[in-house]
């Protein structure tokens, strides 16, 4: 298969918060803190570098994307201070505006979309809660109706429902 390296997709990181891409010299450090990696195929290293080399279409499309957790371990034990996460979230980003989103990530933004949280509440939740002292609903735009106006205003005004394919 011939592949067509995109220098731009560096660049395109870059202006999108991940500064530090060329910072990595490779080492291997973050893949073998990765907890995700221990679980999936996702190898955090392999993904900065498919970056450095322009592998745009094949980075975009990739589920590894997606499989980071966002617990940052690989960032704080980087030698070379690469903000690896900033990088993952810089990519996400171009992938989402090329259409191409993770079907797990997308059934999270539809919940914020509804709901205006990310996680719906539910009974269990709200036993949970009654039992531990705290009125059922939490105080955020899940018990206030004008929040949840402002809130759909927002997602109006930021074309959030376009931006993830709805
Ligand atoms: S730990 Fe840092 S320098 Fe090493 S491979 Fe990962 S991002 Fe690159
Ligand atoms: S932040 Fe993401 S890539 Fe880094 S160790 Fe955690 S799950 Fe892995």
Redesign the pocket.
Known sequence: MTVTPNMDFVNDIIANGGESVNMCYQCGT?TA?????RQTSFR?RRLVRMAQLGLKDETLSSEDLWF????????ERCPRDVA??DI?IAMRNLAVASGNMFEGHKKVAQSLLKNGHTVPINDEVKAQRKALGLSEVPPTVLASKDAKKDFDKIMKATGFKKTIGE
């Not at 803190?33 to 990696?37: A, D, I, L, N, R």
């Open positions: 973050c803190s990765c907890p995700s990696g955090t980071c957790t966002t617990c940052y371990t690989c960032t690896i996460v993952i």
